[in-house]
């Protein structure tokens, strides 16, 4: 019997859906609204969340749907990872593209769906919905906290 994990074993291209969808930590992250420098190219992250991300479980509130809502919401797939240079360097399909093991507190690692948020990774509890800003307003939201790894243990 094979112990190893499948993202230490498969590429983006070979997973299966589920294994694909359970490499989301539910940080979201992924979620928040983003600024880009038109001259530079840089991208950085607010605080300012997607309306249908639920703050408190930081997951979409109507996934199956969300491009509908949503229009320019990313649907994330093997390409887009690969392109997507702003994932934030805790995102496991981030991790898994270039090589990396997920962390302890991955809940594929440890088993646990709090663990992101215990570690301080996750958007929970950090964000205002977007339907609260002034999209004028969102460069008064700029964060870096997505852009660190969080806690060890």
């Known amino acids: 019997m094979n112990d190893v994990p499948f993202w230490k074993l498969k590429?983006?291209?070979e997973l299966t859906p589920g294994e694909w969808e359970s490499l989301c930590d539910g940080c979201g992250l992924c979620c928040l609204n983003k600024l880009e420098d038109w001259d530079t190219g840089d991208v950085v992250?607010?605080?300012?969340?997607?309306?249908?991300l639920d703050g408190s479980t930081c997951r979409c509130s109507d996934y199956p749907n969300r491009q509908k809502t949503v229009p320019d919401c990313i649907q994330l797939t093997p390409q887009e990872v690969r392109e997507i240079h702003w994932l934030p360097p805790t995102c496991g399909y981030r991790l898994v593209r270039d090589g990396?093991?997920?962390?302890?507190w991955h809940p594929l690692v440890s088993g646990d769906p709090e663990t992101v948020h215990q570690a301080g990774i996750s958007a929970r509890g950090r964000t205002v919905s977007e339907v609260e800003v002034d999209v004028d307003d969102f460069e008064d939201y700029v964060?870096?906290?997505p852009l660190h790894v969080g806690s060890e243990r």
């Open 100 to 104: 990396e093991d997920l962390y302890w």
């Open 143 to 145: 964060v870096s906290w």
């Open 11 to 13: 590429s983006l291209d």
């Open 45 to 52: 992250f607010t605080s300012v969340a997607c309306r249908l």
